[in-house]
T-cell receptor
Framework: SQQGEEDPQALSIQEGENATMNCSYKTSINNLQWYRQNSGRGLVHLILIRSNEREKHSGRLRVTLDTSKKSSSLLITASRAADTASYFC???????????FGEGTQLTVNP | DGGITQSPKYLFRKEGQNVTLSCEQNLNHDAMYWYRQDPGQGLRLIYYSQIVNDFQKGDIAEGYSVSREKKESFPLTVTSAQKNPTAFYLCASISKYSSATRDEQFFGPGTRLTVL
């Protein structure tokens, strides 16, 4: 079953603009994670936010988590062409044994 | 360098053949995972193993088998019973104990399987 759903499915912006992606989920979670995937490659972990946290920053990344709305957002500030990739959210349910991934947002940053 | 390796990068299989995809990690992680990714879609969990000699089915285990005889290795066999095996296969591992990277999944580069 698909837990996380990203929105939008695709996003195209100009270099220097900010990119915001959203993720909704259905069940109680231990944490929510964001991953990045360049075409044809493995996923790379970006940031993890635990259920008792509301906001987290890492470089140009800002993640928020609203457990009451079961949603999260990933903000990439001052985007670069190299940020072009697919971004996935993944949730670890309270059973703690596995992650469930969403369908992803395809981000294109135009130079 | 610590990491996860998958081999081969590309694999071609004739219908009716079993094939085995390799996944090795030297991160000393206890848990390992296999995912399938179809074009333009997210990851679906095939099997996972939290400890040596133990593994659990994921959401799409039918037509696949795994073994976990060593902590470092978690091979996936795609059997002839898998009706539509052409996909990108990703292996991952996780540490539940590292304070720095606890709960983060580390991914291999993937194997692209094509059935001819």
């Amino acid at each position: 079953s698909q837990q996380g759903e990203e929105d939008p499915q695709a996003l195209s912006i100009q270099e220097g603009e900010n990119a915001t992606m959203n993720c909704s989920y259905k069940t109680s979670i231990n944490n929510l994670q964001w991953y990045r995937q360049n075409s044809g490659r493995g996923l790379v972990h970006l940031i993890l936010i635990r259920s008792n946290e509301r906001e987290k920053h890492s470089g140009r990344l800002r993640v928020t988590l609203d457990t009451s709305k079961k949603s999260s957002s990933l903000l990439i500030t001052a985007s670069r062409a190299a940020d072009t990739a697919s971004y996935f959210c993944a949730t670890e349910e309270t059973s703690g044994s596995r992650l469930t991934f969403g369908e992803g947002t395809q981000l294109t940053v135009n130079p | 360098d610590g990491g996860i390796t998958q081999s081969p990068k590309y694999l071609f299989r004739k219908e009716g053949q079993n094939v085995t995809l390799s996944c090795e990690q030297n991160l000393n992680h206890d848990a390992m995972y296999w995912y399938r990714q179809d074009p333009g879609q997210g990851l679906r969990l095939i099997y996972y193993s939290q400890i040596v000699n133990d593994f659990q089915k994921g959401d799409i285990a039918e037509g696949y088998s795994v073994s976990r005889e060593k902590k470092e290795s978690f091979p996936l066999t795609v059997t002839s019973a898998q009706k539509n095996p052409t996909a990108f296969y990703l292996c991952a591992s996780i540490s539940k104990y590292s304070s720095a990277t606890r709960d983060e999944q580390f991914f291999g580069p993937g194997t692209r399987l094509t059935v001819l």
